[in-house]
């Protein structure tokens, strides 16, 4: 269900491996569309090969375009926190690198107010224990949509995801 023309948003979000990631995110109600990328690097249009490299700075990311008459941008960032462990330092389970690093790239103040916001709720609620919340808030860089092969990737595969979500 999509909304009026110019009324969708979008939210980017890295939380390690961006195919589960990228799965949870498409079946939410008011989510219109995902795309797999990278974002947060110096190489301009990095391949997966040159970001897995770890010496591009690119964080693997899903880029969610909602309608936010339907679903929330505080929800988004809901299933982003359930879908990870925020309180690991560039690595989600048996991924390792600054690529599968927790962040939350805003598109306007608004995301970035509701981001921290969300994080300082988070990180004195005890819900991942006391640990530090290590996901890093800042402005949304250049997207760089990902090789096709790596978009909608669980569905392709049967619902199976190499990854550890």
């Not at 969708?8 to 979000?13: G, L, N, P």
């Not at 690529?99 to 103040?109: G, L, P, T």
């Not at 997207?143 to 909608?152: G, I, L, N, P, S």
Request: net charge negative.
């Amino acid at each position: 269900m999509t909304g009026e023309a110019g009324h969708d948003k979008t939210a980017t979000f890295g939380a390690g491996c961006f195919w589960g990631v990228e799965e949870t995110f498409s079946e939410v109600p008011g989510v219109v569309t995902t795309a797999v990328g990278y974002m947060g690097g110096t190489l301009k249009n990095p391949s997966y090969k040159d970001v897995c490299t770890g010496q591009t700075g690119h964080a693997e990311v899903v880029q969610v375009t909602f309608n936010p008459s339907i679903v929330s941008y505080e929800h988004l960032l809901d299933v982003f926190w359930s879908v990870h462990d925020p309180t690991q330092l560039n690595r989600q389970g048996p991924d390792k690198g600054t690529n599968y690093r927790s962040v939350i790239f805003y598109h306007d103040a608004e995301q970035g107010r509701i981001a921290r916001k969300s994080k300082e709720s988070l990180e004195t609620s005890g819900a991942f224990g006391f640990g530090k919340i290590m996901t890093v808030i800042m402005p949304a860089p250049e997207f760089y949509r990902a090789e096709e092969y790596h978009q909608h990737y669980y569905k392709k595969h049967g619902g199976k995801c190499g990854c550890g979500i």
